[in-house]
């Protein structure tokens, strides 16, 4: 059973371009959470999907940033114009069910340069 | 969630146990005490999670006092692999509206020696 597995794990963009970050879930999980980890910081929450919907958004900055889980297909965390400021390690995590009791599995990350 | 306290860093010989701290004075009733641990550049790893019994599974066992203000993780033999930042989560049991992410503080940076 493959694991959270995320695309592309490096990514280099230039102030003002879009980023876009995949996660496919374990088989079989429909919950997605995206986590952000500045250098040298801990883990932040930045989102809360299921398939079609966002459940929690609250660790989302206001502006520039989207998140979708689509019927089919991995979620996507779209980062647009990005600034210097953006640059960080970016989790995800996917849990079978919405239970507390259901462990997050955590993919290998997305490391965002921008430069 | 509660606040955690776990002191930043930590060292252990490799094959001795690794005990690792937390404090979480303000727990609630209801609230579960999570580990987990990320090792250099990867994604966090779950490990054990318990609400007042002490647990064990392939990877730790996790002692929770009996007041449920303090926990202690142990790692049985550690080697040079279990190298990382460990993080101590307590987190609400879900309910309608509950926050279902986990909140990492700074973690305990665990080193073993050879």
């Known amino acids: 059973n493959a694991g959270v597995m995320q695309n592309p794990r490096h990514l280099v963009r230039r102030r003002g371009q879009e980023a876009r970050l995949r996660c496919s879930p374990m088989?079989?999980?429909?919950?997605v959470y995206w986590y952000r980890q500045l250098p040298e910081e801990g883990l932040k929450f930045m989102v809360y999907?299921?398939?079609?919907?966002?459940?929690?958004e609250s660790g989302m900055p206001k502006e520039r940033f989207s998140a979708e889980f689509p019927k089919e297909g991995p979620s996507i965390l779209r980062i647009q114009q990005v600034v210097r400021g953006d640059s960080a390690a970016y989790f995800c995590a996917s849990t079978y069910g919405q239970g507390f009791s259901y462990e997050q599995y955590f993919g290998p990350g997305t490391r965002l340069t921008v430069t | 969630d509660a606040k955690t306290t776990q002191p930043p860093s930590m060292d252990c010989a490799e094959g001795r146990a690794a005990n690792l701290p937390c404090n979480h004075s303000t727990i609630s009733g209801n609230e579960y005490v999570y580990w987990y641990r990320q090792i250099h550049s990867q994604g966090p790893q779950y490990i054990i999670h318990?609400?007042?019994n002490n647990e064990t599974n392939e990877m730790a066992s996790l002692i929770i006092t009996e007041d449920r203000k303090s926990s202690t993780l142990i790692l049985p033999h550690a080697t040079l692999r279990d190298t990382a930042v460990y993080y101590c989560i307590v987190r609400v049991g879900i309910s309608s509206g509950s926050a279902r992410q986990l909140t990492f503080g700074s973690g305990t940076q665990l080193t073993v020696l050879p």
């Open positions: 318990g609400l007042k």
């Open positions: 088989k079989g999980h429909s919950h």
């Open positions: 999907l299921q398939k079609e919907n966002i459940i929690d």
